[in-house]
């Protein structure tokens, strides 16, 4: 019949192990014995001893019966599966695949050269001990390479295996009473052993010197739950390199280490002093310590290590240590244990320069800069220990220590932490970290307004400043924000911050007072009259400068230039309205000369008088229709022009028609079209006298002004 | 006992109206046997936890993070950036990266999408009812996708070929990478997607499949070659209508089914893929 | 009072003018109009309001009862053409209408009984707008609107008498024939596309089903059995003409071919004479 796997289970050395499948497979070597006559035959002869080898895998648990025969070259390994046993098996190889959040899983293979004892035995009382086991999973492994010659630094590695193998064959000799009971041989000859581990990562350059470079890998086995910790190692040089790119997949490389020696596993028993501070000589003994390969101080190196004997080495402690475990390689494997450590205090000589505004670099000298994980900018300010993304710092050696200024230091003293030494220490002086403006808002305004600023290391602010007028009152709402009172006065100008240290620092751009127009005086103007505009915040920085200081104001359109009146005070522009304005709004104009402020005073146009320039053409003949125009100012809400003799013995009143009225351009006023209307036939008779008369306009208010143009009527 | 009206689900802090939605959580576990013993020694993990998400909801064409999700896969930089879905049901949160999106549209019906992620992650959160934080339906059904309102091609000129029905599915490759010591992946990388068109119409043109044909050329798109799903509110020509759109420029032609059954016509049903 | 009360209270049926297509329908007994719309409430996880999308078909249907008078307008539409329609209180105001686009023919009954004016029953299904539709929305109602507006049918008056019904059947020369049914099934189709509320097209799932029932008083009808199926079935032509009263015209005419009868039913009582129902059956391809 058919067992299953439940009945048979497997024990090494007498202890138990998981095991997922095991395969026995030995055979003798018969040769048919053939002569040259007969080239056939049905007798045998037996030419070597039975071999059997034995494939097992099993889940790794700790305290692996198996492991520590890759070290060793005596002691044979028994093994019992389910009643059948070997009493003389051999380690051939070993070997673990390990990829990431699965179990860990051993496969070896054992040799033996003797007959398989026993029967199978399904009354085997399964073993209840193994339900104490912890599978290790990789997820909870840790897998370290170490860099001898310090080149790569690889990390990230995604899978990992290990192989230890070695040529194993018996050794007969004649005459020693080899038969069929005792098929064990003189001796087993271990040859040639090589430990090849290998790895995928993601470091992709083409680094790999001729020789080979020095790398340690060690993979520690731990349980998160149990004080399970073992470990394989492997220290040799790496022997090949794969850079593999396929489609719908990573990019990986294969980095390859082979070690081709094996000893007895190092061991620790003591060190001596127990407590010594980092740069000073530490002593290890133990057992097989004659090949180390690396000596760690938890994470540092050693500075140097001497193999005093088998027994015992001594290294210096490098002058960053924390206390924490020695961590030894050896060709035999990888052992920790346990060191402390006194440290020497912190202490910080300088700090340059002694102020900085935020993401400046400062440098800090001092003594024994090491495992310093705060870099303080005032107390209890955690300014730069590489927690944010803005302060930061790096430790240049034990004595420099390279730091950017914090959006959130003040003016205090700079203390550096070593949160795993337990030490501090502070700077002899304060440094300053200037207050910095990066925007506020708005940027244009009028005295009294609040506006927010934003920027870094505000906490220790003493005083706001628009062109360097004192804010009546602020308020520093937190380190990166205050809110100030535009002041009265002249506020045109940069924002600046004095912090304690005395410090000023200015905003990169202006703040813009509001222009503002309250009124225009009088409101009544007629054309050429002086006019005054009262508002706020006139000034040269704020105005469209037409050269001169005179400044651009529209009235209605009509543009022309004012000065500043009684400019101390920015409140008022002086100047004409220009003959062409129109009732209507006055606007003041930004320095752009384009766009204009948003406050607007309004005024009216009265009418003013008249004053006619030229009249085209300046003649006509007796009997004539008259066509032609007049040029001058005040044209507007003309109603009629007037031809008056010398002696004023008639006057043409009403007899022209303003036809149109349009602008010529700004310098030379308005036009008027004049034509005989249809009525005009019946004033011919007027028309009929020769003789020159002035030209004159009729117009509300002013009526019949004179003028200095004449118009002449010839005999025809 | 939270009830379906009181069960938040959220994707990129926007509600969506979704019919149903599952969270499923796997880890990866196998027993563990051993020679010898009897019964299974236990169980244990062989591979990360990863978990599923699946939603379908009612399409709103004037936004949808999905087809966001899909338009940043096509133009944006998504070698170095792994477009990232957070979902939220009844309070249970994870962070997902979206596996396959799809919908169907038929003739005088709402159009409704599915959508699946995986989250590489640990799900965080608490089953929890709604706190009103979240708002539903925000364009009062006004921008709902619907069969009225789905053009192959251009909308003025969907009709001169008649589409009776049109699936669209979207599925994309992600890869996340593990390093030993590690639970959780170090990395997440998007290797590769393909959208698929399935249309359904009257008229079938021969296919010299060898060479492969382009979609809009089969098509004999007049107009652009783009799949508009206007907003409901078109019918009505109100103003503010959204425009969903999907390019079939590009698909190739990957399969032509010719189908007959009675009391309906003769059904031509086009596949053509576009590899991303 | 009473007068204001009648003159605001109703629509009388006077003021009721039916037309298919252009066609004002002569002796409209009864008219049924309505619709469903296709709304359905969105439910969703985490909803707190209600919102409603169209979803599905909207259902819509006429049903249409007329005398036969004149002319059997209805008969046209087994066919695969739809036809709008529209009721009218006057035509002078074709705004004032409730009107259908796209109505298909699904049912069409004609009973003809001693003592009665033959009927016509008839059911649409409506595949287009229902209801108050104004004038401008659909050309082609529009155009048929105006018609309606300009003239009036010219059809002659013919009324049917079930006494000038000719049927072709030998066997009913000697058992009287007390009444008959023609029932024709029309099963529509409608095919619906994307971006589109109306049906691309509208197909017909034949064959159209006609049944055709008489009704006798038995003399010497023979009948048949049931085992005579199928290798032995009766299979009759039947032509069925309803004519005129006065004039003897044919109103309308139908001529079924290889016509199978599929049921036959006797009954006896003390009221009366034995009676006999005969059950034709055919089916009608494209």
Redesign the interface.
């Known amino acids: 019949m058919y067992y299953t796997?439940?009945?048979?289970?497997?024990l090494i050395n007498g202890s138990?192990?998981?095991?997922?499948?095991?395969g026995i497979s030995f055979s003798n070597e018969l040769n048919p014995s053939l002569t040259t006559q007969k080239h056939g035959t049905s007798e045998y002869v037996s030419i070597n001893n039975i071999q059997g080898s034995i494939a097992l895998n099993y889940?790794f648990t700790g305290n692996d019966p198996i492991k520590t025969y890759i070290n060793t070259e005596t002691g044979y390994i028994s093994g019992y599966f389910?009643g059948l046993f070997v009493k003389s098996g051999i380690l051939q190889s070993y070997s673990i695949k390990?990829t990431?959040?699965?179990?860990v899983v051993v496969n070896t293979n054992l040799l033996f050269f003797e007959q398989l004892g026993g029967a199978l035995n399904t009354s085997?009382t399964?073993?209840k001990a193994?339900?104490d086991?912890k599978?290790v999973?990789?997820?909870?492994?840790?897998?370290t390479t170490t860099n001898v010659s310090n080149v790569d630094n690889i990390?990230?590695?995604?899978?990992?295996n290990y192989s230890f193998s070695r040529d194993v064959k018996p050794v007969y000799t004649i005459n020693t009473g080899l038969n069929l009971n005792n098929l064990i041989p003189d001796r087993i000859y271990l040859g040639a052993k090589q430990i090849e581990t290998s790895f995928i990562c993601d470091h992709l350059t083409g680094t790999f010197p001729l020789t080979g470079k020095n790398q340690i890998v060690t993979?520690n086995f731990r349980h998160p739950n149990l004080s399970l910790s073992d470990s394989i190692s492997c220290s040799g040089l790496v022997r090949s390199k794969t850079i593999d790119f396929k489609i719908?997949?990573?990019v990986t490389s294969q980095v390859s280490v082979v070690q081709s020696i094996t000893e007895n596993p190092p061991r620790i028993t003591g060190i001596n002093p127990n407590y010594t501070y980092p740069g000073n000589f530490l002593r290890i003994s133990g057992d097989n310590l004659n090949n180390v390969t690396s000596l760690y101080f938890e994470d540092l190196p050693a500075e140097n290590y001497y193999v005093l004997s088998n027994t015992l080495i001594s290294g210096i402690i490098p002058t960053g240590a924390i206390s924490g475990n020695i961590k030894l390689n050896t060709f035999g494997g990888y052992v920790e244990y346990p060191y402390n450590l006194t440290y020497p205090n912190i202490s910080i000589s300088n700090v340059t320069p002694i102020s900085g505004k935020y993401n400046d670099s400062i440098t800090i000298s001092g003594l024994n800069f090491y495992k310093i994980d705060k870099v303080m900018f005032g107390t209890g300010i955690n300014g730069s220990a590489g927690n944010t993304t803005t302060g930061s710092y790096s430790i240049l050696d034990g004595q420099t220590i390279q730091a950017i200024v914090p959006s959130s230091g003040i003016w205090d003293y700079i203390s550096v932490i070593s949160t795993q030494r337990q030490k501090s220490g502070v700077s002899p002086f304060k440094f300053a970290a200037y207050p910095q403006i990066q925007t506020f808002t708005p940027n244009t305004g009028l005295s009294g307004i609040n506006v927010i600023l934003s920027g870094f290391n505000f906490t220790g602010v003493k005083g706001v400043w628009f062109n360097d007028i004192l804010s009546p009152s602020y308020t520093v709402t937190h380190n990166t924000g205050i809110v100030a009172k535009v002041p009265t006065g002249n506020v045109l100008g940069y924002v600046s911050l004095s912090g304690v240290s005395g410090v000023r620092v200015y905003s990169d751009t202006y703040f813009y007072p509001e222009v503002v127009l309250t009124g225009v005086y009088p409101s009544q103007i007629s054309a050429g009259q002086r006019v005054i505009i009262s508002g706020l915040n006139f000034q040269s920085g704020l105005l469209y400068n037409l050269g001169d200081d005179t400044f651009q104001v529209s009235f209605n359109g009509a543009v022309t230039g004012m000065t500043l009146w009684m400019n101390n005070y920015m409140t008022g522009l002086s100047g004409y309205l220009p003959s062409e304005a129109q009732t209507g709004p006055v606007y003041i104009y930004k320095t752009d000369g384009a766009s204009v402020y948003s406050t607007t005073g309004n005024y009216t146009k009265v009418p003013g008088t008249p004053i006619l320039s030229n009249i085209t053409p300046d003649f006509t003949y007796t009997g004539q229709y008259y066509n032609g125009f007049i040029e001058g100012s005040e044209l507007f809400n003309i109603t009629a022009v007037r031809f008056s003799g010398n002696d004023n013995t008639f006057t043409l009143n009403k007899q022209f028609l303003i036809s149109n009225t349009y602008l010529i351009d700004d310098i030379l006023g308005y036009r008027l079209n004049i034509v005989n209307y249809t009525g005009f036939t019946g004033g011919l008779a007027y028309h009929n006298y020769t003789g020159t008369y002035e030209v004159q306009a009729i117009k509300t208010n002013y009526t019949g002004v004179l003028s200095d143009i004449y118009f002449t009527v010839n005999r025809s | 006992m939270i009830y379906y009206d009181q069960c938040d689900v959220v994707l990129n802090g926007s509600g969506i109206m979704a019919e149903s939605a599952e969270i499923g959580v796997s880890p990866s576990l196998a027993p563990i046997y051993s020679l010898g013993r009897r019964g299974v020694w236990n169980q244990t993990p062989t591979a990360p936890i990863t978990s599923n998400i699946s939603i379908n909801y009612y399409l709103e064409s004037f936004f949808d993070h999905n087809k966001n999700t899909i338009d940043f896969i096509k133009t944006g930089d998504v070698t170095t950036y792994a477009p990232c879905s957070t979902i939220i049901i009844g309070n249970v949160t994870g962070s997902g990266y979206l596996d396959s999106f799809s919908f169907t549209a038929q003739p005088n019906s709402p159009i409704m999408a599915n959508a699946s992620y995986t989250c590489f992650h640990e799900l965080i959160g608490d089953l929890q009812q709604k706190n009103n934080r979240y708002g539903y339906n925000k364009t009062n059904s006004s921008g709902l996708a619907h069969g009225y309102t789905l053009h192959v091609t251009s909308s003025g000129n969907s009709q001169i070929i008649p589409t009776y029905s049109l699936n669209y599915s979207f599925s994309a490759d992600w890869k996340p990478m593990y390093k030993i010591g590690d639970k959780n992946p170090i990395q997440i990388n998007y290797l590769g997607a393909n959208e698929r068109f399935v249309l359904n119409r009257d008229v079938y043109t021969g296919l010299n499949l060898i060479s492969g044909v382009s979609m809009t050329g089969y098509l004999n798109v007049t107009g652009d070659t783009n799949l508009d799903i206007i907003s409901l509110n078109s019918v009505a020509n109100t103003t503010n209508l959204s425009t969903m759109n999907f390019n079939l420029s590009g698909a190739k032609v990957s399969n032509n089914l010719i189908s007959a059954q009675i009391d309906d016509f003769v059904r031509i049903q086009t596949t053509a893929i576009n590899y991303i | 009072m009473i007068n204001n009360f009648i003159a605001n209270g109703y629509i009388g049926k006077e003021e009721q003018l039916v037309f298919l297509g252009t066609e004002q329908l002569p002796g409209v007994q009864n008219l049924n109009l309505s619709y469903t719309n296709n709304s359905t409430l969105i439910k969703h996880l985490g909803m707190s309001g209600c919102q409603y999308v169209p979803n599905g078909i909207p259902s819509a249907s006429v049903d249409i009862s007329a005398l036969l008078i004149s002319n059997d307008q209805f008969i046209n539409f087994t066919g695969n053409s739809g036809i709008n329609g529209f009721i009218l209180k006057s035509r002078n105001n074709i705004s004032e209408n409730i009107a259908f686009t796209s109505g298909y023919l699904t049912n069409y009954t004609c009973q003809c009984s001693i003592g009665q004016i033959p009927q016509i029953n008839s059911s649409f299904v409506i595949l287009g707008d229902i209801g108050k539709i104004p004038t401008g929305t659909y050309s082609a109602l529009k155009t048929q609107l105006s018609s309606a507006q300009n003239g009036w049918s010219t059809l002659p008056l013919k009324i049917a008498d079930p006494g000038s019904v000719d049927l072709s059947l030998n066997s009913f020369v000697t058992n009287r024939v007390q009444d008959f049914t023609v029932n024709i099934n029309v099963p529509r189709n409608p095919i619906y596309s994307l971006g589109a509320r109306f049906p691309n097209k509208v197909e017909t799932n034949y064959p159209i089903e006609c049944n055709v029932n008489f009704n006798i008083e038995v003399n010497d009808y023979s009948f048949k059995k049931v085992t005579d199926y199928p290798f032995n079935d009766t299979k009759d032509n039947i032509t069925i003409n309803v004519k005129d009263l006065d004039t003897q015209q044919n109103i309308i005419s139908y001529a079924f071919s290889g016509m199978s009868l599929y049921s036959e039913s006797y009954s006896a009582n003390i009221d009366g004479n034995v009676k006999a129902t005969l059950n034709y059956r055919g089916y009608y391809g494209r």
Do not use: H, K, M
């Open positions: 796997f439940r009945q048979f289970p497997i138990s192990i998981l095991a997922e499948s095991c889940y389910g390990a990431p959040v699965s179990p085997t399964p073993s193994i339900d086991y599978i999973n990789f997820s909870d492994c840790s897998l990390e990230n590695i995604s899978e990992f993979l719908n997949d990573y």
